[in-house]
């Protein structure tokens, strides 16, 4: 699991929608697809239930959302802490 990878997730979660996400990310659905998949495959679970071009978060998917705000928080945190000092 990489960064990049919670990224997506968050993003697809919040608009619910791959080939959406993929556009916020400035990428193609496949890519992204396939990096939720990994990502799912990683964590030993699925995190969307899917629906045609619909995706809703599952039990698992909303426990993960949670984790992966904070862990995104903190990590921008540092980042700009870290740029604070070299400047």
Same mark, same amino acid.
Not at 32 to 38: D, E, F, H, V
């Given at each position: 699991?990489?960064?990049a990878q ?5 993003t ?18 496949p890519a ?7 990502l799912? $495959?990683?964590?030993?679970t699925? #995190?969307f239930?899917?629906s045609?071009k619909r995706?809703t &978060? +599952? ?6 959302? $949670?984790g992966?705000?904070?862990? #995104?928080r ?7 802490? &870290? +740029?604070?000092?070299?400047?």
């Open positions: 699991m990489n960064i919670i990224r997506y997730f968050v697809a979660a919040q608009v619910q929608n791959l080939s959406k996400a993929a556009e916020l990310l400035h990428l193609s659905q992204l697809s396939k990096s939720i998949a990994k799912e $495959e990683e964590l030993g699925p #995190l239930i899917r045609g995706i &978060l +599952n039990e698992q998917g909303k426990r993960f959302l $949670e992966a705000w904070v862990s #995104l903190t990590l921008d945190n540092m980042m700009a802490d &870290l +740029n604070a000092l070299t400047m």
